[in-house]
């Protein structure tokens, strides 16, 4: 078998930290039926490992904790590279969580148990309202707590993680976290983080990671692939889709997939140290890792700035 060549490499902002193309862990195993197959979810990590990604984001809450597990277990499958993988894990492990700083340190206890590490690289703060941030910022909060396990060791880099970026915002605003997951806000059809996150992260020195870079797989497999497919969370206009064709064509013309087109344009911003999308299961690993590869040519990329657009993905406060 040919020896792939090294995926490249961005700093994770100031933290030291050199990362590849990532794999985000939420869908991993999941099945058109929307159960779980462990064996698969494994082996889409380690089919991630295999095609040079090393970097893993997961989290407490994903697959209702079955994620980290599995996680460990790639990891335990491919021993000779799992210390050049960089991990992420992020706190709240119940629905219900408050973010004080005890359901904080709880929440890291329980996440290196079932990774079966004594310490982990990057651990975020997973969805924090707006509201909250008082709390979460305070000194018996989720925070502070997360600072002292810094301070302990056990925990690398304290970054902020949350699902909408009204919400997301505010906390990278602060300055004191030194990553951020941004989903839903920046994409090929979604450029909201322009606003104020990339800003803000600019401004403090912070590592962008991406999420959702794929629009919940329409930017993985375009308009005709995705017909039928139940996208998570999403609903996606006639508008939406005519303008995914458009892309799709201006692809074709250059002899650039979606896929690389999708993967490659968020990691092209300046701030954005690189993006996780989420397989399902090994193929589609062994296929964005691929698309990391792709060579897309400067004249694509010139063609599609000015046809850029963002289309409603979330519904901002009031």
């Not at 629905?95 to 340190?105: A, K, L, Q, V, W």
């Not at 605003?173 to 909201?192: C, K, R, W």
């Not at 919940?216 to 005519?242: I, K, Q, Y």
């Not at 490659?264 to 954005?272: G, S, Y």
Request: a negative charge; one cysteine or more; hydrophobic letters at 45%.
């Amino acid at each position: 078998m040919n020896q792939l060549s090294p995926l490249p490499t961005r700093p994770l902002g100031r933290t030291g930290l050199n990362v590849t193309l990532g794999i985000g862990c939420g869908p991993i195993g999941r099945l058109p039926d929307g159960t779980i197959d462990g064996e698969v979810a494994v082996a889409t990590v380690v089919a991630a490992l295999d095609a040079g990604v090393r970097l893993i984001d997961t989290a407490s809450l994903y697959l209702d904790g079955r994620s980290e597990r599995f996680v460990g277990e790639a990891l335990r499958q491919r021993p000779g590279v799992a210390g050049e993988v960089v991990i992420e894990t992020k706190v709240r492990d119940r629905r219900d969580f408050t973010y004080s700083g005890d359901e904080t340190r709880r929440s890291v206890a329980t996440s290196l148990e079932r990774l079966g590490l004594d310490r982990v690289d990057v651990v975020f703060i997973h969805d924090p309202p707006a509201a909250m941030l008082e709390r979460v910022m305070a000194p018996d909060g989720a925070l502070a707590a997360l600072r002292r396990l810094q301070g302990e060791g056990v925990v690398g880099h304290v970054g902020i993680a949350s699902n909408n970026p009204w919400d997301n915002a505010p906390y990278v605003e602060t300055g004191e976290f030194e990553v951020a997951v941004v989903p839903d806000a920046y994409s090929l059809m979604n450029q909201h983080a322009l606003e104020r996150i990339f800003p803000a992260a600019d401004r403090y020195g912070m590592g962008v990671v991406v999420a959702t870079p794929l629009e919940r797989g329409l930017l993985a497999t375009g308009v005709r692939g995705s017909a039928g497919r139940e996208h998570s969370n999403r609903r996606f206009s006639p508008d939406a889709l005519a303008y995914v064709e458009q892309i799709e064509a201006l692809c074709a013309r250059h002899g650039v997939s979606l896929l690389a087109a999708a993967l490659q344009f968020v990691v092209r911003h300046r701030v954005v140290s690189t993006a996780i999308p989420g397989p399902r299961d090994p193929g589609e690993a062994t296929a964005n890792a691929a698309a990391m590869r792709e060579v897309v040519p400067a004249a694509f990329w010139a063609e599609l700035e000015p046809r850029l657009r963002t289309f409603e993905t979330a519904v901002p406060p009031a």
